[in-house]
């Protein structure tokens, strides 16, 4: 892991080619989003919530991580910027707004429409705006990852509002940033059969000690929603900072497993990773409706283990068909609006440096990247 690279020029040609194994992990850490929030209502149970508790240790930070990685290039030039427009903001509007809609008709709550507090899952969208735009602070800082530590450990000794999802951005951020310092020469290094195999048996070694002692990780679940203050959660502030620490490296060493069993070669996962967005802004609304029109999981909380392997099934059936093509081509122009009558031609942005060459295709000097330390030697 090296500092990050130096600006680019913004690209003038068209949309960057999309690389497999990335479309990959996303597909993987869609059905474990989608499969997670299948069980959330049965964590009265120890097998869902083991299950649970293996899933939050590391999906989120799975994904924050890939998504820090992919922004690694912003430099907040007029496509860029357009790109979060119709890609993060229109998207949350919508989705926030409907899903808050939906649970009032239910529950009559909330009152009143909140838009900029996120309730469910459009917090994610509205994190990635933020460590979006403070991307420019982690080119600066000389220490960015330490910082984003302390800021996450930070995080959970005081009130913070829900004002989007603000507890969330900062106590996931050590990801987003050791995401931005990741390079393609990482991945690959993660995908070689040594780590592999070490990484298999980090991932299913934690998956028997969460289905081993689920029922002593009942306070778990709280702190896995990262977002609860020490003190609510009934610790000191030393044992807070303890176990959000501990979390952030059992986070970083599972998401890093799970990277390293991620494919790299396109396959059928590929083209549906490409289409996460929809899976994961559309299940929430199946979800609510399950749950409040059927009472379904009331219902199927007496039948147990297998309550609990029929909704990972279901889970990762619904993640699959919402990645579908005919999904992403009915929702493409709702949740990824062009815009391009809303915002100037990138062309005319004389604050970045057009080029005719996209950055992923120009040569770097070679003064840029320093030589790669081992991987175990790359958090500073």
Same mark, same amino acid.
């Given at each position: 892991?090296? @500092?990050?690279?130096?600006?680019?020029?913004?690209?003038?040609?068209?949309?960057?080619?999309?690389?497999?194994?990335?479309?990959?992990?996303?597909?993987?850490?869609?059905?474990?989003?989608?499969? /997670?929030?299948?069980?959330?209502?049965?964590?009265?149970?120890?097998?869902?919530?083991?299950?649970?508790?293996?899933?939050?240790?590391?999906? *989120?930070?799975?994904? &924050?991580?890939?998504?820090? #990685?992919?922004?690694?290039? #912003?430099?907040?030039?007029?496509?860029?910027?357009?790109?979060?427009?119709?890609?993060? =903001?229109?998207?949350?509007?919508?989705?926030?707004?409907?899903?808050?809609?939906?649970?009032?008709?239910? +529950?009559? +709550? @909330?009152?009143?429409? *909140?838009?900029?507090?996120?309730?469910?899952?459009?917090?994610?969208?509205?994190?990635?705006?933020?460590?979006?735009?403070?991307?420019?602070?982690?080119?600066?800082?000389?220490?960015?990852?330490?910082?984003?530590?302390?800021?996450?450990?930070?995080?959970?000794?005081?009130?913070?509002?829900?004002?989007?999802?603000?507890?969330?951005?900062? /106590?996931?951020?050590?990801?987003?940033?050791?995401?931005?310092?990741?390079?393609?020469?990482?991945?690959?290094?993660?995908?070689?059969?040594? #780590?592999?195999?070490?990484?298999?048996?980090?991932?299913?070694?934690?998956?028997?000690?969460?289905?081993?002692?689920?029922?002593?990780?009942?306070?778990?679940?709280?702190?896995?929603?990262?977002?609860?203050? #020490? %003190?609510?959660?009934?610790?000191?502030?030393?044992?807070?900072?303890?176990?959000?620490?501990?979390?952030?490296?059992? /986070?970083?060493?599972?998401?890093?497993?799970?990277?390293?069993?991620?494919?790299?070669?396109?396959?059928?996962?590929? %083209?549906? $990773?490409?289409?996460?967005?929809?899976?994961?802004?559309?299940?929430?609304?199946?979800?609510?409706?399950? +749950?409040?029109?059927?009472?379904?999981?009331?219902? =199927?909380?007496?039948?147990?283990?297998?309550?609990?392997? $029929?909704?990972?099934?279901?889970?990762?059936?619904?993640? =699959?068909?919402? *990645?579908?093509?005919? &999904?992403?081509?009915?929702?493409?122009?709702?949740?990824?609006?062009?815009?391009?009558?809303?915002?100037? %031609?990138?062309?005319?942005?004389?604050?970045?440096?057009?080029?005719?060459?996209?950055?992923?295709?120009?040569?770097?000097?070679?003064?840029?990247?320093?030589?790669?330390? @081992?991987?175990?030697?790359? =958090?500073?």
């Amino acid at each position: 892991m090296s @500092p990050l690279s130096p600006l680019p020029h913004a690209e003038r040609s068209g949309p960057r080619e999309r690389i497999a194994y990335l479309d990959n992990a996303r597909f993987w850490v869609m059905l474990l989003v989608v499969i /997670g929030h299948f069980l959330t209502d049965l964590v009265v149970m120890d097998s869902a919530r083991g299950l649970y508790t293996w899933i939050y240790l590391f999906h *989120m930070p799975f994904f &924050v991580l890939i998504s820090g #990685y992919t922004a690694r290039h #912003y430099v907040g030039d007029f496509r860029q910027v357009r790109r979060i427009v119709s890609t993060l =903001i229109v998207p949350y509007l919508i989705v926030e707004t409907a899903l808050q809609l939906m649970t009032w008709h239910y +529950d009559r +709550d @909330p009152e009143r429409l *909140m838009i900029l507090s996120p309730q469910w899952v459009g917090w994610f969208l509205a994190a990635l705006f933020v460590w979006r735009l403070t991307t420019p602070i982690w080119r600066a800082l000389k220490y960015p990852i330490t910082t984003s530590i302390i800021i996450s450990l930070a995080a959970g000794m005081i009130e913070i509002p829900n004002t989007l999802a603000l507890h969330k951005v900062l /106590g996931f951020l050590p990801f987003y940033v050791i995401g931005l310092h990741f390079n393609r020469e990482l991945f690959l290094r993660l995908t070689t059969l040594k #780590y592999r195999v070490i990484g298999a048996a980090l991932l299913l070694g934690s998956l028997v000690f969460c289905l081993a002692f689920a029922s002593h990780l009942t306070v778990m679940s709280r702190w896995l929603l990262w977002r609860v203050r #020490y %003190d609510e959660l009934g610790v000191s502030l030393v044992e807070g900072v303890l176990v959000r620490g501990l979390l952030i490296a059992a /986070g970083l060493v599972l998401a890093l497993s799970a990277l390293a069993l991620v494919p790299r070669a396109k396959s059928w996962t590929t %083209d549906l $990773g490409s289409r996460t967005l929809y899976a994961y802004l559309l299940h929430g609304f199946v979800i609510i409706w399950l +749950d409040r029109q059927f009472g379904l999981w009331a219902a =199927i909380e007496p039948y147990g283990a297998v309550a609990v392997l $029929g909704c990972v099934a279901v889970g990762a059936v619904l993640a =699959i068909v919402l *990645m579908t093509k005919p &999904v992403g081509t009915l929702f493409r122009p709702i949740f990824e609006p062009k815009l391009t009558w809303m915002f100037r %031609d990138p062309s005319q942005d004389v604050h970045h440096p057009q080029s005719d060459v996209p950055v992923w295709k120009q040569p770097r000097d070679p003064r840029d990247e320093p030589p790669q330390p @081992p991987l175990m030697r790359v =958090i500073r």
